[in-house]
T-cell receptor, first 117, second 113 residues
Framework: AQSVTQLDSHVSVSEGTPVLLRCNYS??????LFWYVQHPNKGLQLLLK??????LVKGINGFEAEFKKSETSFHLTKPSAHMSDAAEYFC???????????????FGQGTTLQVKP | EAQVTQNPRYLITVTGKKLTVTCSQN?????MSWYRQDPGLGLRQIYY???????DKGDVPEGYKVSRKEKRNFPLILESPSPNQTSLYFC????????????FGPGTRLTVL
């Protein structure tokens, strides 16, 4: 069965310090993995995606994530937080539904990132 | 500009009063979905459509209907809304059912009293 767990519901960092948002997944197949960001009163925006190419994936706004198969993790990092990074972040695993041959997304519960001045 | 639009963005209604939330995309995408977002639960898929006149249930379809008469539009219908359908709703689209990256609308915040 496919699932995704975001290990922290809330993370607080100071501006200029590193960000780490943790995500573990469970998948019977080689998964595609995504991080989406949701700013207040906005829709979800794709930050980055992993689709079995390079294990270190770079995204927008200085974020990156590393796919670690042995640890079934896909943690999101950024070297230096900015005030504009304050938002909710979703880790998402995608897999193929064989019966309908469609892609299906499973969302984590979300992590709220607070950035303090 | 490539986008997914939803209307209305905010809606307060009463139990039992039928409502429709519209969704439209201008990217010629085949695959469209509706999700609801609730605190601590992430996003859960309500219904999806693989193409015109092809729709199927997602994980939480009870109390909802959809239709796909045109490729660009995918309305969500609540025939008899109840308070447990108070939520934030997102429409999303992707190029084909084989693709994983989805483009999301801005969301519709629905309150059912």
């Amino acid at each position: 069965a496919q699932s995704v767990t975001q290990l922290d519901s809330h993370v607080s960092v100071s501006e200029g310090t590193p960000v780490l948002l943790r995500c573990n997944y469970s998948s019977s197949y080689s998964p595609s993995l995504f991080w989406y960001v949701q700013h207040p009163n906005k829709g979800l925006q794709l930050l980055l995606k992993y689709t079995s190419a390079a294990t270190l994936v770079k995204g927008i706004n200085g974020f990156e994530a590393e796919f670690k198969k042995s640890e079934t993790s896909f943690h999101l990092t950024k070297p230096s937080a900015h005030m504009s990074d304050a938002a909710e972040y979703f880790c998402v695993v995608s897999y193929r539904v064989v019966s309908s041959n469609t892609g299906k997304l499973i969302f984590g519960q979300g992590t709220t990132l607070q950035v303090k001045p | 500009e490539a986008q997914v639009t939803q209307n209305p963005r905010y809606l307060i209604t009463v139990t039992g009063k039928k409502l429709t939330v519209t969704c439209s995309q201008n990217m010629n995408h085949e695959y469209m979905s509706w999700y609801r977002q609730d605190p601590g639960l992430g996003l859960r898929q309500i219904y999806y459509s693989m193409n015109v006149e092809v729709t199927d249930k997602g994980d939480v379809p009870e109390g909802y209907k959809v239709s796909r008469k045109e490729k660009r539009n995918f309305p969500l219908i609540l025939e008899s809304p109840s308070p447990n359908q108070t939520s934030l709703y997102f429409c999303a689209s992707t190029l084909t059912r084989m693709h994983n990256e989805q483009f999301f609308g801005p969301g519709t915040r629905l309150t059912v009293l």
